[in-house]
């Protein structure tokens, strides 16, 4: 069996690196929300049948992340800067 890829930030991803795990996998992100609390995510970039594809809009706000959340079912977005930890799962 193989053990998931965890991505410490220690390791210092960059923006780019990021997109490309959510946009190729579905991801665990672990990422500071703004009212300071830690939460966890299952979530992708990929195109989910059913729901409208949201892209990245790098111009205006570069450090905004849009994703799928499978939790919620539904597009949610997070700030770079606040992640954690990304997860291939």
């Known amino acids: 069996m193989n053990e998931p890829k965890f991505q410490d930030f220690n390791d210092e991803l960059t923006l780019e690196q990021v997109i490309n795990k959510l946009e190729n996998h579905k ?3 672990v990422f500071t929300k703004a009212d300071g609390s830690i939460t966890k995510m299952e979530c992708s970039a990929f195109e ?3 729901s409208d594809k949201m892209d990245y809009d790098l111009t205006n706000k ?3 992340l849009h ?4 939790d919620r079912a539904g597009w949610r977005s997070f700030k770079f800067s ?4 990304i997860e291939i799962i």
Not at 82 to 85: A, E, Q
């Open 27 to 29: 991801c665990l992100v």
């Open 48 to 50: 989910i049948p059913g």
């Open 62 to 64: 570069p450090d905004l």
């Open 67 to 70: 994703v799928y959340s499978f």
């Open 82 to 85: 606040r992640l954690i930890s």
